[in-house]
């Protein structure tokens, strides 16, 4: 049994919106969780250098400013410090290319954000309940991408 210490989750995302929507469904969950946010790279490679402990979970949006979220898990990664700790990644599209760099480069789950508010809870909810077993493998390629289902086109093969 681990205990009911509240879940710190580091949020780095540059659309303040976004945050917004992230913490309401945060809220939307039955978990005490504890967010602080960072507005771009350069701020979140200072707090995590910065902070002790570290957070338990790092959502990373890819597209920010001043340092992007692929060069943000770079440098986590070579960090000794901060290489344990899992980054989701988040990001409005979803290009094979960068999925496969950053499953590479060690980042534990790729988050498409969803449109709907409903879906980012429910996607929010399965990373967290993934993330929070102890000793759990690091999930395959093909379980790497976590997008909202739609149960209104089942299965959509090209």
Same mark, same amino acid.
């Given at each position: 049994m681990?205990?009911?210490s509240p879940l710190?989750?580091?949020l780095a995302d540059d659309d303040a919106d976004d945050c917004l929507l992230f913490k309401d469904?945060?809220?939307e969950l039955p978990l005490v969780t504890k967010l602080s946010t960072v507005a771009n790279g350069e701020q979140l490679m200072e707090v995590l250098n910065q902070i002790d402990p570290l957070p338990d979970l790092l959502f990373l949006d890819l597209n920010m400013p001043r340092k992007n979220g692929f060069g943000c898990l770079l440098e986590i990664k070579q960090n000794g410090r901060l $290489?344990?700790?899992p980054v989701i990644i988040l990001s409005t599209s979803v290009e094979e290319?960068?999925?496969n760099l950053l499953y590479e480069n060690g980042a534990e789950y790729y988050i498409c954000k969803p449109n709907e508010f409903s879906e980012l809870v429910s996607v929010i909810r399965i990373v967290?309940?993934?993330v929070s077993q102890i000793?759990?493998?690091r999930p395959s390629r093909t379980e790497f991408l976590l997008?909202? $289902?739609l149960p209104t086109h089942e299965s959509k093969k090209g």
């Open positions: 681990h205990s009911h710190t989750i580091l469904a945060l809220g $290489e344990s700790l290319n960068m999925v967290l309940s993934i000793d759990r493998p997008q909202p $289902e």
